[in-house]
Nanobody, 118 residues
Framework: QVQLVESGGGLVQAGGSLRLSCAAS????????MAWYRQAPGKQRELVAS???????NYADSAKGRFTISRDNVKNMVYLQMNSLKPEDTAVYYC????????????WGQGTQVTVSS
């Protein structure tokens, strides 16, 4: 069983920064994709950023230039550095890991709240 535990959320003023961390434990296939998603009230969950085991990254347009995703393959950690935060970044942020071996394995954390005040 895979467990993902997020930390680092909180309340921050617009223009501030937060760093989210996600610790993954359990049996995780080496070639995987780790990602951060977010869900704001009344909206669908959306991808913020993803990173492969070979550290290839992908960002939502809203995150480009402000957020940086990184990972530590030894520690099975993924991070999201968020700078220049805006009120519209307010959401619950979820950590995700997935891989194909050969079926899809897809795991989620419980989420961490990020609130950006104006």
């Amino acid at each position: 069983q895979v467990q993902l535990v997020e930390s680092g959320g909180g309340l921050v003023q617009a223009g501030g920064s937060l760093r989210l961390s996600c610790a993954a434990s359990g049996t995780i296939f080496r070639n995987n994709v780790m990602a951060w998603y977010r869900q704001a009230p009344g909206k669908q969950r959306e991808l913020v950023a993803s990173i492969t085991s070979s550290t290839s990254t992908n960002y939502a347009d809203s995150a480009k230039g402000r957020f940086t995703i990184s990972r530590d393959n030894v520690k099975n950690m993924v991070y999201l550095q968020m700078n220049s935060l805006k009120p519209e970044d307010t959401a619950v942020y979820y950590c995700n890991v997935k891989w194909f071996a050969p079926r899809l394995y897809d795991y989620w954390g419980q989420g961490t709240q990020v609130t950006v005040s104006s």
